[in-house]
């Protein structure tokens, strides 16, 4: 599944043999050069620091990265409990496009601002406003605590602080596949659960712990409603803070 990614800086091509920034905190791709002239990651507030490396080790090293901050936190810093390793997602109620049965709505909440003002934006955004599309098959990879639920995504929680971040990183970004403007929106959670990849061992004592945890027992329900995101309109790509979570994610 791996596609050509665009400097987030100016757009263009990250080729193999571009030698290539990437962030240590988002792992947004620069080429070197790019992040040299911006003198910084070009996500939004981001205080990250270039890890340089040959362009062709870029799709390795950010996919290996993701894994890496999705395998904390494993006790719950909130209440002490194990926190799980697994997916968000939305089961999707009718069948067609989407072989997998699983979904994320991306809802626009509002496009990303255009070069033009006046009359003909503000008509735009109105349209645009009720705007959503499913992200056929996507799961959201994070970890949740098997006793408060709370979400953690690349082992941060997901809280009002994050949200706020997140809210504020989903602008004004361009797709790092089509170099086109993404749109601001949400993903919704609205009847999303979370998947726990391993079994839980919420009732270690039963007889049946194993089948009823395993097969029961190991998905809950979300207790976010949305979070913000960018979506690319032409190819889908969607990110939240910057991280990839649907096409290559
Ligand atoms: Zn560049
Ligand atoms: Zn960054
Ligand atoms: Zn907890
Ligand atoms: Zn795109």
Redesign the pocket.
Known sequence: MAGERRCLYCARKIAAEDRVAM?N????GHHEECWLRNGR???FR?P?TPRLMAGAEYAYALAAALEMANSEPRACPLCGERAYAGRVYVRKTQSGENPIGTVLPFVVVRRVASAEGGVLRRLASKLARTRQWLLSGAQLHGRSCGNCRTLFLWGAPVDDVYLINALEQARDRFCVYCGVSMWTGEIRLTDARFWSESVPEFHREWLLHNLLDRFVYNRWQVRVKAIPASSCPQCRYTEVC?RPVYRFG
């Open positions: 962030c905190l988002c792992y947004v990651c070009s996500t981001c990250g910057g």
